[in-house]
């Protein structure tokens, strides 16, 4: 079984940086597809971005590219969202996922509780 806890969120204004860590727990995490999505209130949960465990390939939602990287450090089992030039349409419910498929379509089989990003105009 694998848990996935994320940190990192907050209020921030328009125009600047977070940066979310998801903490992995499980000996395998190196394998697995990991990856970023999150839900706005009322909206239905959208993909943010996906990283491929064995060559390391990234892909992301339009309206992120250029702003948001996802990135992973295996030895310490942590996956990151470095988020740059923030909109007040970023606000929502940021989530970690894993061990499954890559890409927006994928299903993941492991997901965290989610951490609260709100952008201020």
């Known amino acids: 079984q694998v848990q996935l806890v994320e940190s990192g969120g907050g209020l921030v204004q328009a125009g600047g940086s977070l940066r979310l860590s998801c903490t992995a727990s499980?000996?395998?995490?190196?394998?697995?597809?990991m990856a970023w999505f999150r839900q706005a209130p009322g909206k239905e949960r959208e993909f943010v971005a996906a990283l491929r465990w064995n060559d390391g390939s990234t892909t992301y939602a339009d309206s992120v590219k250029g702003r948001f990287t996802i990135s992973r450090n295996n030895a310490k089992t942590m996956v990151y969202l470095q988020m740059n030039n923030l909109k007040v349409e970023d606000t929502a419910l940021y989530y970690c996922?894993?061990?499954?498929?890559?890409?927006?379509?994928?299903?993941?089989?492991?997901w965290g509780q989610g951490t609260q990003i709100t952008v201020s105009s």
């Open positions: 996922a894993g061990g499954g498929d890559f890409g927006p379509s994928a299903r993941y089989n492991y």
């Open positions: 499980g000996r395998t995490f190196s394998r697995y597809n």
